[in-house]
């Protein structure tokens, strides 16, 4: 089992950069693909980018690919989200989460292939 903790949020104005990070306790951290996603006010969940356990594929949605960037460090039990040229429709609820699957060599973009969840952290992007 994984927990997860999401931190880096914040308030930030149109064009800026914002790093979020998310810690995973537990020894088997590494074995899992891990995602990030969002969730707008009065909106369902989305996805946002993932990365393979050995960081070597990553996937993105459209509206953020050439802006954010995911990676991972194994040895520190993290994953990052580096968000660059923000804007006002990225506001949201991000949330990292663990694949229900180990060792998995694609990434998935999936809420439901998803079985650990963080509790999030605020993004608000004003313009």
């Known amino acids: 089992q994984v927990q997860l903790v999401e931190s880096g949020g914040g308030l930030v104005q149109a064009g800026g950069s914002l790093r979020l990070s998310c810690a995973g306790s537990?020894?088997?951290?590494?074995?899992?693909?891990m995602g990030w996603f969002r969730q707008a006010a009065g909106k369902e969940r989305e996805f946002v980018a993932a990365?393979?356990?050995?960081?070597?594929?990553?996937s993105y949605a459209d509206s953020v690919k050439g802006r954010f960037t995911i990676s991972r460090d194994n040895a520190k039990n993290t994953v990052y989200l580096q968000m660059n040229g923000l804007k006002p429709e990225d506001t949201a609820v991000y949330y990292c989460?663990?694949?229900?699957?180990?060792?998995?060599?694609?990434?998935?973009?999936?809420?439901?292939?998803?079985?650990?969840w963080g509790q999030g952290t605020q993004v608000t992007v004003s313009s």
């Open positions: 989460a663990a694949d229900r699957l180990v060792w998995r060599n694609i990434v998935v973009v999936r809420t439901y292939e998803y079985d650990y």
């Open positions: 990365v393979s356990w050995s960081g070597g594929r990553t």
């Open positions: 537990g020894r088997t951290f590494s074995r899992y693909g």
